[in-house]
């Protein structure tokens, strides 16, 4: 044995945990190796002396302490057991009851989710939103009698978008190498803004809006707009809501152009430059199709069936992730070449701020509160009704389960 | 501690009585044992307030657990398995960065273990060394610590500890075996350092 295997098992030889054989090797060669020796002895005495410190005692007061603790362990310990054997009794006793409960109730839940409902429910619950949403036009074209232009142009702005996006598509496909040799130079700047104005005719003012972005070659992507309140003379004051998507280079003269439209509430317009993830993006794009293109010619190269399928699965993820990239520098480009500029609309009377007579205020103040009020309580009433009628079934297995559990704790009571 | 029946018949009787709630019992039960407990805890959170309040934490839990304690290991394997795991919990609960000796990283360790030269203690015979060894201890690496604790201070074996601490005995023998070269290594220092300032 020589001193590096001895003083690896030195340890092992202190806390006697040797084989007979080896611990006698090991001190003869600790009794010739001085070296060894003092190792093997200092390993000793530390073992020694740690053996020997004394253990300091606990604090004063530890079982006093741990005492109390444990009493308090106990009590929980109780107090759960009780819980949890009652109830565990309870569910005995009512096995029968709470079984024929629980597959009543599994049935309604399984019977309502069913795919296909019994008595052609099903047939009369999906006519039941169309119904309701064609009723909603009807009313919302009942109260926008008087907007059918609007109505007509928000028709064809609806055709204008989807022409004008698939067109702006074609555009982004085309343009998209444009831009990958535009973007070393230039910047990649994604613009929105957003403007509330005050107006006095709705319809006006979306068409000055409408002209005015076609002649930007920009398109409006979404268009609402709706009553604000009707005045106690019976005129109606309006809400409008366009979002235009403009060509970026006419950005800033488009804002300028809006906000002189009526009395401006409020505008802001950012921008956002992202042209450091997108040159990020685009050279990625690049190493990866150089990548595919070596893969490619390996791929011609390659003799074994195994080298084939590893290159054909290496290329299948960089074709994914090539396509990922592409993804995102086509929406990024579509992103900047169109800015995004939401307008809100809101008719006055009067563009200037007058005083309006304090007593119409109150009254159409309090009308307004007093039907809201009514309307509230009818809907409720309403709610309540159908949830009642609808929860029938569950209330009443819920009232008998209620009840056998009360007689069975009367009875365990008198016992 | 070899050689001994595992669960004594008078041990067996108190864990069954303090399973079923009798404190009396399981205050019986931990007697010799929460002394080393303490101790154990010590050695990890240094402050007594906070070793007091993890030993009773442990005991509290060895109390609320002892139904799933399997009777044919030992009792004090199982309990100490307890104390150190509530003492590590309690370590990685406030983030503590154990005070460790600025030796102890891994690298240093690994150049500990390739460094073969040896160096004899100063003053062995000198009773400096037990009041150094607490301090020297207390600097240690958390994993050397325990197996240092367990073999030295209550005689456990190599299987023991590998018990309680529930690693390999292959790991328990090695860190056994750098535990003290680094304890060596401490020592030496503390007394050069103690040397210089005088």
């Known amino acids: 044995m020589n001193c590096k295997e001895v003083r690896k098992y030195i340890s092992d030889l202190v806390d006697n945990e040797l084989d007979y054989d080896i611990k006698k090797n090991m001190l003869k060669h600790i009794e010739s190796c001085s070296e060894c020796r003092n190792i093997y002895k200092e390993e000793q005495l530390i073992k020694e002396s740690i053996n020997l410190t004394d253990l300091k005692p606990l604090p004063s007061g530890f079982n006093l302490r741990l005492h109390e603790k444990l009493e308090n362990e106990n009590k929980n310990v109780e107090k759960n057991n009780k819980k949890t054997t009652k109830v565990i009794q309870l569910i005995k006793k009512n096995k029968k009851y709470l079984s024929i409960a629980a597959v009543l109730i599994l049935s309604v839940v399984l019977i309502n989710n069913l795919p296909f409902r019994l008595g052609g429910m099903s047939s009369n619950d999906m006519a039941a939103p169309v119904e309701s949403m064609k009723e909603e036009m009807a009313i919302s074209d009942g109260e926008f009698g008087n907007l059918e232009t609007s109505s007509r142009s928000f028709d064809m702005a609806v055709e204008e978008t989807t022409e004008e996006t698939s067109a702006e598509q074609e555009m982004v496909t085309s343009g998209i190498d444009d831009n990958l040799n535009e973007y070393q130079t230039g910047r990649v700047i994604i613009k929105n803004g957003n403007i509330s104005l005050d107006i006095l005719d709705l319809d006006e003012t979306i068409q000055l809006i409408s002209d005015k972005v076609s002649a930007y070659e920009g398109y409006i992507s979404n268009q609402q707009s709706s009553i604000s309140y009707v005045d106690s003379s019976g005129k109606e004051f309006r809400n409008g809501y366009i979002q235009v998507k403009i060509s970026s280079e006419y950005f800033e003269d488009f804002m300028d152009y809006a906000k002189n439209l009526g009395r401006l509430k409020n505008s802001n317009a950012r921008s956002n430059d992202i042209t450091n993830e997108y040159r990020d993006t685009v050279s990625r794009i690049e190493n990866l199709e150089i990548t595919q293109q070596r893969l490619r010619d390996l791929l011609k190269k390659s003799e074994t069936v195994e080298d084939t399928l590893q290159i054909e699965r290496e290329l299948t993820r960089i074709r994914g992730e090539l396509e990922h990239l592409k993804g995102a520098v086509k929406n990024w480009d579509r992103l900047s070449q169109y800015s995004t500029v939401d307008i809100s609309l809101n008719e006055v009377e009067a563009i200037e701020i007058k005083i309006q007579s304090i007593d119409k205020n109150i009254f159409q103040k309090s009308k307004e509160g007093l039907m809201n009020t009514i309307n509230m309580i009818s809907s409720f009433l309403e709610r309540t009704f159908i949830s009642l009628v609808a929860y029938s079934p569950l209330i009443i297995l819920l009232v008998l389960a209620l009840l056998f559990i009360r007689r069975i704790f009367k009875r365990s009571e008198k016992k | ?198």
């Open chain 2, 1 to 198: 501690m070899k050689g001994v029946k595992d669960v004594s018949e008078n041990e067996l009787k108190l864990i069954d009585n303090a399973i079923n709630g009798d404190i009396d019992s399981f205050e019986k039960l931990i007697k010799k044992h929460q002394k080393f407990a303490y101790n154990v805890a010590l050695k990890y959170l240094k402050a007594p307030a906070d070793a007091e309040d993890v030993t009773q934490e442990a005991l509290i839990k060895a109390f609320r657990y002892l139904g799933s304690f399997n009777k044919e290991s030992k009792f004090s394997t199982w309990l100490y398995r307890i104390v150190i795991n509530t003492c590590k919990d309690e370590l990685r609960k406030h983030k503590k960065e154990q005070n460790n000796y600025s030796l102890n990283n891994e690298e240093n360790y690994i150049d500990a273990i390739e460094d073969e030269s040896y160096e004899p203690l100063k003053n062995v015979e000198n009773n400096e060394l037990g009041k150094n060894l607490h301090k020297a201890i207390e600097q240690l690496d958390m994993n050397y610590k325990d197996v240092i604790i367990l073999c030295d201070m209550k005689d456990y074996s190599y299987q023991e500890i590998s018990n309680i601490l529930e690693i390999p005995i292959g790991t328990v023998r090695s860190r056994i075996s750098r535990g003290r070269k680094k304890l060596r290594k401490i020592i030496n220092e503390m007394e050069l350092f103690t040397q210089m300032n005088v």
